[in-house]
């Protein structure tokens, strides 16, 4: 029983071998099977087959090979325990100590474009899970590895103290059950998904450490960032930062509701976000027109701000850009000159995302004390509304243009939400009021004589006509609302009395 066996058996190869030659140096019997032991006899390793151990062949094209006594007895029998012992002799099985297993690599299969449902099952490894549950289970006496990155820090224990220490292996262990267990999430994702469920009775998601935070939204709460595996590209979570401090919880939150807004619009653009919501929207026929139109909707609002951009910036934006104390750009890229520009600023963070990627259809997941809510995004835009015109007048092309921009923007304010817009720009914002025509008036307000031939859009019906009354006193001419009120009447009635052109989309965008 003095007899030291390490079962090396992974996906995985990056510095395995060195690893292994070590603990072959270390006194080690080293297990292996398939292409792992093809690399480790290459490298001059000796190595014992699985099947010289099991005394069995594998089988049904490599799916069954460790699954067997004479592996999973000396991976869970407790090496300490006198009647373990004798049964591990009575049956000829030898204890395992370290245990290195990773994963046939499903999450890479199941990413090819052209990845078949056969290729994805065959990718669903069983005995490699099985082994590693067993070993971190039995972490008191086996040491289970499963990230390249803890080859060293086990090797240093062993030729320090010839044994790896209980808080190692049970911090493997943990490791383990995190790996096996996101592993298994994406399996789950993958058939839920080929199955076509929608509502499944057990929901199974997991998430990859980008990269821990300072704090959370503020400095007493600790925080990190997360991405999901296989998740949109089109997303904050895969953005490139070029340059500039690190990332904060607010930075990531602004940051993603500035992107999902300018994903709104194939014109140059430029969107203008401070703490979740937008304060300036424009576009134009280049983006440092856009940039100038969302700097003019709130000059004020705009200091301190991320900014997110869908075209490649330029050296002249980029000096307009300068001029202001921003936390965040967001674009696709950068020319050299436009770089040269904005990293003079050492804290400016510039981040880029590939804007050649679609957005990818997600479950938006909101966590509550005790649970979780999970709905559908919010991706639903007038092509797919069906419009009415319930008043007497149309809306003009003109109008029309403002009407589409002002429905693209507040459908990301918080609501109760009210946006005025002209046909380039928004020209004033009001979010997250307990009333309609409270957000209507803080809006109207900050749009001021600009408001006077403009469209005002409303995220959900209006309750009663003060709304409308208070659009058409500022000189609005056009308004673009889901209707669906039980007084409906009245506000048509409103806005036909001031010649307002009102447009019903059916569907209301709320978002708290």
Known sequence: MTKKRALISVSDKSGVGEFAKELA????????????????????????GVSDVTGFPEILEGRVKTLNPMIHGGLLAKQD??????????????????????????QQTIEKPDVTVEDAIENIDIGGPAMLRASAKNHDYITVVVDP???????????????????TRRRLAAKVFRHTAAYDALIAEYMTNLAQEETPEKLTVTYELKQPLRYGENPHQQAAFYQKPLGSKFSIAYAKQLHGKELSYNNINDADAALQIVKEFQKPA???????????????????EAFEKAFS?????IFGGIIALNREVDVETAKKLHEIFLEIIIAPSFTEEALTVLTAKKNLRLLTISFDHGSKKEKKLTSIEGGLLVQDQDCFTLDDANITIPTKRQPTDEEWEALKLGWKVVKHVKSNAIVVSQKDMTIGIGAGQM???????????????????AALASDAFFPMDDTVEAAAKA????????GGSIRDADSIKKADEYGIAMVFTGVRHFKH
């Open 270 to 288: 430029a969107v203008a976000v401070k703490h979740m919501n937008p304060c300036g929207v424009g576009t134009g026929e280049t983006l440092f």
């Open 475 to 482: 000189g609005i001419t056009a308004i673009i609302q889901p």
């Open 25 to 48: 140096s270390l006194g080690f019997e080293i297990i292996s099977t398939g292409g792992t032991k093809k690399m480790l006899e290459e490298q001059g390793i000796p190595v014992i």
């Open 297 to 301: 909707a709130d000059p004020v609002s």
């Open 149 to 167: 990155a803890d080859y060293r820090t086990v090797l240093e224990e062993l030729k320090a103290d010839g044994k790896t220490t209980l808080e």
């Open 81 to 106: 325990d006198e009647n373990h012992r004798k049964q591990l002799e009575e049956h000829g099985i030898d204890p395992i100590q370290i245990v290195c297993v990773n994963l046939y690599p499903f």
């Open 435 to 453: 009333n309609r025509v409270g957000a209507a008036e803080i809006a109207l307000k900050q749009a001021g004589s600009k408001a006077e031939g």
